[in-house]
């Protein structure tokens, strides 16, 4: 295929904006996909995705097309198209996609309007060097206020009204003159080498020999393949039994296999400059394949394409198996995971309380919640999660600066010099009438007000700086509560500043529990031990002796509840006889429940990490 007749592009908008359902309607129109065979949400192959209504991993799909004559040059185009998620947890998901295409579709709501997100997403479509194509959705809905959110579009861009496609992805109206939008404006990829830098210096002329040389931007792992690698090719071309060789990780193998994607994986004679495909390596050990590496042939004597930056965990929580007998069990789930998720991390830690497990770190609670949720489903695995927490840098009296991933690690007060933590600057879309509550919770969690401006015609943007602490609060959801879920939130790690935060230990049966440990503001503290205590009581379960519930900080007891004893009379089931029998019984009982009580633990059972992970999501 002609360079000059592909057209590589992506989906971009704010989650639940209509991606998924306006690219079935491409996938129908080419004839990617029979209409018997059509389903909602095709691209969206992993069941949570489907349960949820949301896309959680990128997708690629090649779509074939001749326009109608009397609008374009009636010739056959490939259109490779990548859809991408739209929560914010899932960024590097998109920054991925981006690098290997030239233009993407900019989606927003008839309905809803540009949202927070979408600033987000256009940002980092702007930063790639990306034709951006203005496209309103949902026009078909008699919620739709399309001529409002085409004005507010414009403001955005920059752009005429005429410059706004607007279409149905229910109906399918505007989708084919949407196809051949992206046809007259999105570059072919011969303009992509040097768009992406792939040589060391700028001065530097493409790949004079034409030697093969690809970006990896996804990856998957087939139990009977070993790794698939997700490629954009930049130079060249490859075929089967090609001789090649990751340029990173200076490993060669022979492909087995090229192709591309229809969606579902399908075999092709070969893959040329400015395709996207997939090459079967056959690799079955872990840690070979990268993002972002170069897959070239091992003839290529040039260095590596310019990757992408490596995912930084915002949010750290540790998995441990309910069951140590689990162990291997876990740590191969991980592994395996990964080769479908590269932007979490995991490394095995051990708790005195809880045995040995894994220090995960994730992009956010979402991503957090779907890693575990795979696990469990796809691996069935059970789990216990401990509370979820960021990284603080700390500066000991004695000068040593240290990196804390965990509470539980956390060091003492009396120990602590300064502490440091991560500062996001945040902005929120909201109608005005929600300003005042959200300026209650915006203080309420430690928030600094930056800007307010005003974002079409009856929105309002807040520009504020707040811990990444008190995000984590719960605080997306009191937003979407406060503003009767129409205001959106997105976010960057800016900076980090001075914290005044301190841990709290949880003890139940004066045993501290390393999965319940918090570092908490020193301000709410007394008011986060209470909550914590007050839901650990209500879902613990009764014993034969009377324990404690306990919240430690400041080095003392803040917060505490007892849970009774279960009631049961040794001499219940006697009948008839002396009555110092029944009384010996007791007195044998009384001490026994005495000593119990002394030494006896507490067995916390897995459903109460779970119930109080989420109570604190």
């Keep these: 295929m002609n360079p000059a007749n592909i057209r590589n592009f992506s989906i971009i908008a704010h989650i639940d904006h209509g991606k998924s359902t306006l690219a079935d309607r491409m996938l129908e129109i080419t004839g990617t996909i029979e209409k018997r065979k059509m389903q909602e949400q095709v691209l969206d192959s992993m069941e949570l995705e489907r349960e949820r209504g949301i896309t959680i991993k990128m997708q690629p799909v090649r779509m074939t097309w001749t326009p109608k004559p009397y609008t374009l040059n009636p010739k056959p185009y490939i259109l490779n198209l990548i859809d991408t998620p739209g929560h914010i947890d899932f960024s590097y998901e998109v920054s991925r996609a981006l690098k290997a295409v030239e233009g993407s579709i900019l989606l927003v709501d008839a309905t809803q309007g540009v949202q927070a997100q979408t600033l987000t997403t256009l940002n980092m479509a702007r930063d790639a060097g990306l034709t951006i194509i203005p496209v309103v959705s949902k026009i078909d809905s008699p919620l739709a206020s399309t001529d409002e959110v085409v004005s507010e579009v414009c403001q955005l861009l920059g752009c005429a009204v005429e410059d706004v496609m607007k279409v149905s992805g229910r109906t399918g109206e505007g989708v084919e003159a949407l196809l051949e939008e992206v046809i007259r404006k999105v570059p072919p990829p011969h303009t992509a080498v040097s768009n992406m830098d792939v040589s060391s210096s700028s001065s530097t002329p493409r790949n004079a020999t034409n030697v093969f040389r690809s970006l990896i931007f996804d990856f998957q792992y087939s139990n009977h393949t070993g790794v698939i690698v997700y490629i954009r090719v930049m130079s060249g071309e490859v075929k089967r039994h090609d001789r090649l060789i990751f340029k990173i990780a200076e490993r060669e193998f022979e ?97 005195g309380t809880l045995g040995k497990g894994y220090r995960c770190g994730f992009l956010g609670m979402l991503h957090m919640e779907i890693v575990t949720e795979r696990l469990r489903r796809e691996f069935d695995l059970e789990l216990v999660v401990t509370q979820p927490s960021i990284t603080y840098t700390v500066t000991m009296k004695d000068g040593k600066e240290v ?159 007892s849970i009774s004893g279960k009631k049961k009379d040794a001499a219940g089931t006697l009948s008839g006889g002396d009555i110092t029998r029944k009384m010996k019984l007791r007195e044998k009982q009384k001490e026994g429940r005495k000593r119990l009580k002394e030494h006896g633990s507490v067995n916390i059972p897995q459903d109460v990490f779970v119930k109080m992970m989420r109570a604190g999501e």
Excluded: C
């Design 255 to 351: 492909a087995l296999e090229v192709g591309i994607f229809k969606p579902d994986n399908t075999p092709a004679e070969k893959l040329s400059e400015g395709e996207i495909g997939y090459i079967v390596t056959g690799i079955k050990e872990p840690g070979v394949a990268s993002v972002g590496d170069t897959v070239a042939s091992n003839r290529d004597s040039q260095p590596p394409l310019p990757g992408y930056q490596s995912p930084r965990p915002v949010v750290w929580a540790s998995i441990y198996p309910e069951s140590q007998d689990d162990l291997s069990l876990l740590r191969q789930a991980l592994g395996r995971l990964r080769l479908s998720d590269s932007s979490f991390t995991y490394e095995e830690e051990a708790s």
């Design 403 to 561: 990196t804390i991933y965990s509470p539980a690690l956390f060091p003492d007060d009396h120990d602590i010099k300064a502490v440091s933590e991560p500062i996001v600057t945040m902005k929120i879309i909201t109608p005005p009438e929600y300003l005042g509550t959200l300026m209650k919770s915006l203080y309420d969690h430690e928030a600094e007000v930056l800007a307010t401006e005003n974002f079409g015609d009856n929105r309002t943007m807040l520009t504020s700086h707040m811990p990444l602490r008190e995000l984590m609060r719960n605080f997306f959801d009191e937003v979407k509560s406060v503003s009767s879920g129409y205001a959106s939130i997105s976010y960057d790690i800016t900076e980090n500043r001075v914290a005044d935060v301190i841990r709290m230990d949880i003890l139940v049966a004066d045993e501290p529990v390393v999965a319940f440990a918090r570092v908490v503001s020193r301000r709410r503290a007394q008011e986060d031990a209470t909550e914590m205590v007050d839901k650990l009581y209500k879902v613990m379960p009764r014993e034969l002796f009377t324990y404690k519930i306990q919240a430690k900080a400041f080095g003392r007891i803040i917060a505490s509840e």
